[in-house]
T-cell receptor, first 110, second 115 residues
Framework: SQQGEEDPQALSIQEGENATMNCSYKTSINNLQWYRQNSGRGLVHLILIRSNEREKHSGRLRVTLDTSKKSSSLLITASRAADTASYFCATDAWSNMLTFGGGTRLMVKP | NAGVTQTPKFRVLKTGQSMTLLCAQDMNHEYMYWYRQDPGMGLRLIHYSVGEGTTAKGEVPDGYNVSRLKKQNFLLGLESAAPSQTSVYFC??????????????FGPGTRLTVL
């Protein structure tokens, strides 16, 4: 079973537009992380938000966390063709493990 | 630093054959993980290790064994491969000191096909 579920499963936008993807989870967490996976590659850590944080920024990335709704969102502003990838949320529920969602496939058209 | 490396990158097995996937990390991380990723899906944890000489089961451990004889290496074994084990396998490692938020560093993956 997967703790996190991303929405939408796939997203197609034009270069320069913003991309928003959402993650919902089921149990209380210590932190939530977002990863990017380019086609045929391993995952790369993007950003981590702790359970006592509500919003975090890193460059063109903005992550929000609503623990009351058990949900998070990842916003990529001014998207570029190079942002084309799959994006996964992962939750840490005070264990030694992360539980990954099914991912959102983002395509940014030039 | 090479980060996390995996050997081999590709492998084709016949049903019933055995093989070992090797993961190595040069970041002195305590924690190491093996995941599998099936088409269009997220990662599922097979086994993990919180230190040299220790291993634990993840979400989908059946059909796999692991060993962590050295801190920098984590081996994943398939004793008798089955077509259902056709997948891409990823190794990851993470830092366990304080503060520790379990940010994981991933290898490039091993694409395994079982015929």
């Amino acid at each position: 079973s997967q703790q996190g579920e991303e929405d939408p499963q796939a997203l197609s936008i034009q270069e320069g537009e913003n991309a928003t993807m959402n993650c919902s989870y089921k149990t209380s967490i210590n932190n939530l992380q977002w990863y990017r996976q380019n086609s045929g590659r391993g995952l790369v850590h993007l950003i981590l938000i702790r359970s006592n944080e509500r919003e975090k920024h890193s460059g063109r990335l903005r992550v929000t966390l609503d623990t009351s709704k058990k949900s998070s969102s990842l916003l990529i502003t001014a998207s570029r063709a190079a942002d084309t990838a799959s994006y996964f949320c992962a939750t840490d529920a005070w264990s030694n493990m992360l539980t990954f969602g099914g991912g959102t496939r983002l395509m940014v058209k030039p | 630093n090479a980060g996390v490396t995996q050997t081999p990158k590709f492998r084709v097995l016949k049903t019933g054959q055995s093989m070992t996937l090797l993961c190595a990390q040069d970041m002195n991380h305590e924690y190491m993980y093996w995941y599998r990723q099936d088409p269009g899906m997220g990662l599922r944890l097979i086994h993990y290790s919180v230190g040299e000489g220790t291993t634990a089961k993840g979400e989908v451990p059946d059909g796999y064994n692991v060993s962590r004889l050295k801190k920098q290496n984590f081996l994943l074994g398939l004793e008798s491969a089955a077509p259902s084990q056709t997948s891409v396998y990823f190794c990851a490692s993470s830092y366990s000191g304080l503060p520790s938020y379990n940010e994981q560093f991933f290898g490039p993956g091993t694409r395994l096909t079982v015929l």
